[in-house]
């Protein structure tokens, strides 16, 4: 291989493939990160226990750390991979942090998911679980959050998009009574 990206892509584990920009600079001689980003680089290394940017991101989605996400994107995570579990946001799974984020029942516009949505570059908002093919917006209406649907349907969330089994997120607030998110 003759490309920095083919080179790592050889050499490093698919979970570790989030640090590819910071590696790269390194590989063209260049710093990848300029010291206030590696001091805050460091500080969410200990907070996750983590060196991988991507496994960061679907941490800090899964917990609310609203803070964190926008560093962590701008540093090289793919806000759109579709890489956590659902559950805790840890790696090996099929959803995006924005459907990790959104599933938080005591989510607030501070929270995780604006920050996910707002994060730098363009975050698909009906992007979600590639496997149901539910979006964030199914899961914020599924927790009866009206305030995250409002959120995404401000950033272009589709509410007659289906899932796999072609209920929409309306269908699924509907069904289990989530009065407010409706």
Known sequence: PTDCLQVIQVFFPLRERAT?????????????????????????????????????????????????????????????????????????GTCTAAYVAAKRPNWTPTDALGAVLDAPGVVDPNKGDTTSGRTPLHEACRVDAPAAVMLLLAHGADPNRPDTHGETPCMRAAWIDATAAL
Do not use: W
């Open 20 to 92: 590819l920009p910071l590696v790269c600079n390194a590989f063209k001689g260049a710093s990848p990160l300029v010291p206030s980003e590696k001091k805050q680089f460091d500080e969410l290394v200990k907070r996750y226990g983590t060196k991988s940017l991507q496994a960061m991101l679907g941490f800090a989605a899964a917990r609310g750390d609203a803070d964190a996400i926008p560093l962590v994107v701008a540093l090289g995570a793919d806000a759109n991979a579709a890489v956590y579990k659902r559950e805790n946001g840890e790696m090996g």
